[in-house]
């Protein structure tokens, strides 16, 4: 079964860290582009972050730039995104999905969703 795989999702206060992992299961990642999206109970999913098949090229969204960064390590086939200085508004489900192209819109092979909760 072709599937990302979420991990590292967590408690943790304000102004803490966490490190998100997203890992293929099935298929090799080396010709897809990432992107990191989030949900938040009653809202609408937001793209958090992407990052190209090669790693040359990220993109964020305003709302964390300067506090999360995403990589990659294709030899172990996984994503991650770092997130520091996290806010109570982070919290949300966190899912990657895999896309061709950063520029393009067709996700595909979603994860389940790894939960952040930011809270004191």
């Known amino acids: 079964q072709l599937q990302l795989v979420e991990s590292g999702g967590g408690l943790v206060q304000p102004g803490g860290s966490l490190r998100l992992s997203c890992a293929a299961s099935g298929f090799t990642l080396d010709y897809y582009a990432i992107g990191w999206f989030r949900q938040a109970p009653g809202k609408e999913r937001e793209g958090v972050s992407c990052?190209?098949?090669?790693?040359?090229?990220?993109k964020y969204a305003d709302s964390v730039k300067g506090r999360f960064t995403i990589s990659r390590d294709n030899a172990k086939n996984t994503v991650y995104l770092q997130m520091n200085s996290l806010k109570p508004e982070d919290t949300a489900v966190y899912y990657c999905?895999?896309?061709?192209?950063?520029?393009?819109?067709?996700?595909?092979?979603w994860g389940q969703g790894t939960q952040v909760t930011v809270s004191s």
């Open positions: 990052i190209s098949s090669s790693g040359s090229s990220t």
């Open positions: 999905a895999a896309v061709p192209s950063c520029l393009r819109r067709e996700y595909s092979h």
